[in-house]
């Protein structure tokens, strides 16, 4: 008997959960609970697009070799101290010795664009970036860029990054330069909370590369913590109360 009631809670809290938007299902983008800024949940995008990549001069198509293709800064690759890209504390390795592994850089722009989609609109906390760390031509790391915001599918599926419905939610933000090391940490930013699906990080600047080429290693965002809500609270309480009466 007891059980059977225990059940029928259950039933209860969860189709409130889901009345009140307390998802408790995974969405598209790649979530691990907990592993974001001041225990946020972490996103992986689900998708990426580059205003161009290394050699090809097509905007918004087309990919280069695929050791600086864009979706490498998705993809867990290029990570060196064992916990997983799916830690904003994880730390990324350098390439060089004719490799360019596990990294995006574009074809020698400077400045320009990279989107990325998570698949659902979250609210977002921090966004986690790791700097271009390529052997012996730092100078392709981002120096200056923003970071703008969008729900509008439009947007990102035809990279326009002028759109009227983008909004710029970080204001010439500044990464610090690769250092070549093999445990290179993310810088983080924050966001503010904002409630977006589509993310562009707008690049201003590099560290000063010769050939104008201009990159990223890892990209990562973290959500804010949710609050309970006083409806929620109410039905949690209301099930202590219950078990308490049960016992009795």
């Given at each position: ?11 209860i ?34 998708g ?20 600086v ?20 504390t ?15 850089h ?16 979250f ?44 909004t710029?939610?970080?204001?010439d ?15 983080s ?37 949710p ?18 009466r049960?016992?009795?």
């Amino acid at each position: 008997m007891k059980t059977k009631t225990y059940n029928r809670i259950f039933s209860i809290l969860s189709v409130s959960a889901l009345s009140w938007g307390l998802s408790l299902t995974a969405s598209h983008a790649f979530v691990t609970a907990g592993a974001g800024f001041d225990g946020g949940d972490l996103i992986r995008p689900d998708g990426v697009i580059p205003h161009t990549t290394w050699p090809s001069n097509s905007p918004g198509v087309g990919e280069g070799s695929s050791d600086v293709t864009a979706s490498n800064l998705i993809a867990p690759s290029g990570v060196t101290n064992g916990l997983s890209a799916e830690s904003f504390t994880a730390t990324h390795g350098a390439s060089g010795g004719g490799s360019l592994f596990a990294q995006w850089h574009n074809n020698g722009t400077t400045t320009g664009w990279v989107m990325f989609d998570l698949g659902a609109a979250f609210n977002l906390s921090q966004v986690h970036i790791w700097n271009g760390n390529q052997l012996s031509v730092l100078g392709r790391g981002v120096q200056q860029f923003d970071i703008l915001t969008s729900n509008t599918p439009g947007d990102y599926a035809a990279g326009q990054e002028n759109s009227v419905s983008w909004t710029e939610v970080l204001t010439d933000g500044i990464l610090t330069q690769g250092t070549g090391s093999s445990t290179l940490p993310a810088d983080s930013f924050s966001l503010g909370g904002v409630n977006a699906r589509y993310v562009q990080i707008r690049i201003d600047s590099n560290y000063g590369d010769a050939g104008g080429y201009t990159g990223l290693s890892e990209v990562r965002l973290s959500t804010v913590i949710p609050e309970p809500s006083a409806a929620l609270l109410g039905t949690v309480a209301a099930f202590g109360l219950l078990l308490r009466r049960r016992r009795g």
